[in-house]
């Protein structure tokens, strides 16, 4: 299910065509350039523990329009796309491109890499304790069936890793799929409670430096607990 776009009233089909095939349209209309900054915003990177086919060419990856890193080794593929319908439509020749060269490990996932970066310095040990059940509640809509990764949020490995070496927001509980609709679900809601997560640590640091304003982060944290969305 998509969430509604408050900026694209009447253009339910753009909404459509980006969820199944972005590549159709046109990167420089303002409507689809809005688009793609509502549902992908920050730059996204994610690792897929699989194979490799054994026709697999790195080169079908380097060689899409506008990705950002491509890193393959025989056990694991990361790739890196940028915010916006330029890194939708990355993310749809990946797919494309990862039914040809690689294997699904059904035994495996993947980890989501929500970029941070410039928010990173002011996240604080408070800040995640006192956000994580939030966090951990939309990604209980995922319904992970995995056993390694534990249910919580902390610099170490768990469900979400605050992640010091990337300054990302790592969720590591992401199915195997090569299908584009999954990955962009997947993407997309990620994007979104990292959204509310930045938006949350702008509002703590605020707070931090008026400590007179204290009671409004919590009012602030009621009106995210409220914006879970059932998927």
Request: glycine letters at 4%; hydrophobic letters at 35%; one cysteine or more.
């Amino acid at each position: 299910m998509l969430y509604p776009n408050p900026h694209l009233e009447g253009q339910e089909s753009i909404d459509t065509i980006i969820s199944t095939v972005p590549i159709a349209l046109d990167s420089n209309r303002p409507e689809v350039i809005k688009a793609g900054e509502y549902y992908l915003p920050y730059s996204t990177g994610f690792e897929i523990e699989c194979a490799q086919q054994p026709i697999f060419n790195k080169e079908n990856f380097t060689n899409i329009p506008n990705i950002l890193e491509v890193n393959v080794d025989l056990s694991e593929q990361r790739f890196r796309i940028p915010n916006g319908i330029e890194g939708l439509k990355c993310l749809y020749n990946i797919s494309q491109q990862l039914k040809l060269n690689s294997a699904l490990n059904d035994g495996s996932g993947i980890h989501y890499h929500i970029d941070c970066t410039d928010i990173f310095d002011d996240i604080t040990d408070d800040n995640i304790t006192e956000y994580k059940e939030i966090l951990l509640m939309r990604l209980d809509q995922w319904r992970y069936k995995g056993a390694y990764n534990n249910r919580n949020m902390a610099r170490s490995r768990c469900w979400v890793r605050v992640h010091s070496y990337c300054k990302t927001i790592e969720i590591r509980i992401g199915e195997m799929t090569f299908d584009y609709d999954l990955l962009f679900k997947r993407i997309i809601d990620a994007n979104d409670i990292i959204r509310d997560f930045r938006a949350y640590i702008k509002k703590s640091k605020i707070i931090r430096e008026n400590v007179s304003l204290a009671y409004e982060l919590e009012d602030f944290k009621d009106v995210l607990k409220n914006r879970i969305k059932k998927i």
